[in-house]
């Protein structure tokens, strides 16, 4: 049977544009795709082929980022270092994808797609941008070819200078070195929390999967579409600067970097990082750069969640971040969980803020196209009076930059893993005081496109603090099934108990809010 192929199909265009709509929210293009995929196999997806996550300091690798990972052998790695995204085992599955069956390692996939209506990340990433073009490559091909990906994600090691509360030792030697000397936490009901075995390559250690990586990436990066680094923390690897100057040298200008990173590296790391960023857009060595930094909670209860923040210092170097550089993003990564919900409002007021500050007012656009002088005294003050920061960034800078419209974002997943951080384990009084308010703050500051446009929040970003409020609204209001968030309230209480024994930490300083002590007691009681 023939393949088909993109021209065959009838695909939905952005308004006013020529391009193919490729967002997700297009829903005939992701009909479309579908349909087209389920031609060549109910578990065909691009992603196997554009994308992938390689865990440099264990030597795994796993595309998309869904299944597990998996080892990449080192006898495949010295015999051809693209290995790295083509191991033998992940061309076993891509020829499986192209024969009509569905791997077994993407049932993350075939649950959605057998449980619901609902499109699949199957669909969604292959309709995406870095995979929507090379469909009919992929679908003609064997299974068996090297490839090079579109969308990289790596991590260089675990060397990290933070322990937080949701990590463990395969993403930060902090905990690496906690668990060598102290033991896992030894919790009740499900068993203890961060056992390991996984053995890591050391930043100082000569690594093959790094000496790989090298030897592939001239190649690799010239098909590029975005790359991010992830740690560990990614500022603290010698690598990711060697990284960022290759590209300097050897400039990629259709590539989109991003770098995750906990915003408190030591010494003179983060001016370093904020020159070479600088360098590279204004030598247009890239096309964009996204800042991703995490903070899910405020104050004390932020450098509680994650051990080793300095929160002053975290705030003053996104500030710095997003003053010094130009056309950058940074989007604060935000794993909601248990411990986030007294002071999250808290987080949210500030991220406003920076919004307010450095996004590009939509209002302004709409002024100007109207004739209007918008740098003129009449009109400027009086669209300023509500910004909270004395210091705007000066409108020229901000309208010239339309296309970076929006440089601040936050994004909410919800941490379900460990189980006893999990927000379920919430009292209805949390809900009530902390979380209800939080995501009725998120509504009553939405982004209208009609005025303040680009600052305040995005509809997407509040509806996914409502569906936490909502799925954890089920278990802390529901009696008849009391069993599991008291277990987890049991767990949290034993995890809280041993991180302050351990780090010489204490809930009541981090949490001193009256709602947060009754939940603690509440925890304690059901110990
Ligand atoms: S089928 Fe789903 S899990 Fe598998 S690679 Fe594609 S998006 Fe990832």
Same mark, same amino acid.
């Given at each position: 049977m023939s393949k088909p192929s993109l021209a065959d199909h009838e695909w939905a265009k952005i308004p006013g544009s020529n391009n193919i709509d490729l967002s997700n929210d297009n829903t005939h293009n992701m009909h479309t795709m579908r349909d087209m995929l389920n031609k060549t196999g109910p578990g065909f997806c691009l992603a196997k082929w554009t994308q992938v996550s390689m865990h440099l300091g264990t030597g795994m690798t796993h595309s998309c980022h869904h299944p597990t990972p998996h080892k990449i052998p080192l006898d495949e790695i010295a015999a051809n270092p693209s290995a790295l995204h083509n191991t033998q085992f992940k061309k076993t599955l891509r020829k499986q994808m192209l024969n009509g069956e569905r791997p077994s390692e993407c049932d993350y996939c075939w649950r959605i797609e057998d449980g619901s209506k609902e499109f699949s990340d199957r669909t969604s990433k292959s309709l995406n941008q870095f995979s929507f073009g090379d469909h009919d490559i992929i679908a003609h091909s064997s299974g068996d070819e090297d490839v090079y990906p579109r969308y990289m994600e790596i991590s260089w090691n675990n060397t990290c200078n933070f322990k937080c509360a949701y990590c463990g030792p395969n993403f930060s030697s902090r905990w690496t070195e906690e668990i060598a000397t102290q033991g896992h936490y030894d919790l009740p009901h499900h068993g203890g929390y961060n056992w390991t075995d996984d053995l890591q390559y050391l930043e100082r250690e000569q690594n093959p999967y790094i000496d790989a990586f090298w030897q592939w990436f001239p190649a690799a990066s010239t098909h590029l579409h975005t790359l991010r680094i992830t740690g560990g923390e990614p500022l603290m690897s010698k690598h990711t600067f060697r990284l960022m100057e290759s590209l300097l040298e050897n400039p990629n200008p259709s590539l989109e970097l991003a770098i995750n990173s906990n915003g408190c590296p030591p010494d003179k790391l983060w001016q370093r990082f904020i020159d070479l960023v600088n360098q590279l857009i204004d030598g247009k060595c890239i096309k964009k750069f996204i800042l991703y930094t995490s903070a899910e909670a405020w104050g004390t209860a932020s450098e509680y969640l994650r051990h080793g923040m300095d929160f002053d210092l975290w705030k003053r170097n996104i500030e710095q971040f997003l003053h010094d550089t130009r056309e950058t993003k940074v989007t604060v990564m935000s794993a909601f969980? &248990? $411990? /986030?919900? /007294? %002071?999250f409002k808290s987080l949210l007021e500030y991220v406003l803020s920076l919004k307010k500050q450095y996004n590009h007012n939509g209002m302004f656009a709409y002024l100007e196209s109207s004739g209007m002088d918008v740098n003129s005294q009449l009109i400027r003050p009086a669209m300023t009076t509500?910004? /909270?920061?004395?210091? $705007? &960034? %000066?409108f020229s800078a901000r309208s010239s930059a339309a296309e970076w419209s929006t440089r601040v974002g936050i994004d909410i997943p919800y941490v379900r893993q460990p189980d006893f951080l999990d927000p379920k384990a919430a009292t209805l009084e949390l809900l009530n005081q902390c979380l209800m308010p939080a995501v009725d703050f998120m509504f009553r500051n939405l982004s209208n496109p009609d005025w303040n446009c680009n600052t305040g929040f995005e509809v997407w970003e509040a509806s996914k603090l409502k569906r936490i409020f909502t799925s954890t609204l089920h278990y802390a209001n529901n009696p008849t099934n009391p069993q599991y968030p008291p277990k987890l309230r049991d767990r949290l209480w034993c995890f809280v108990q041993e991180h302050d024994r351990r780090r010489g930490t204490d809930i009541n300083v981090a949490f001193p809010d009256p709602v947060m002590q009754r939940f603690f007691e509440q925890c304690r009681s059901e110990h």
């Open positions: 969980n &248990v $411990l /986030s919900m /007294s %002071s509500d910004f /909270s920061h004395t210091e $705007l &960034v %000066s």
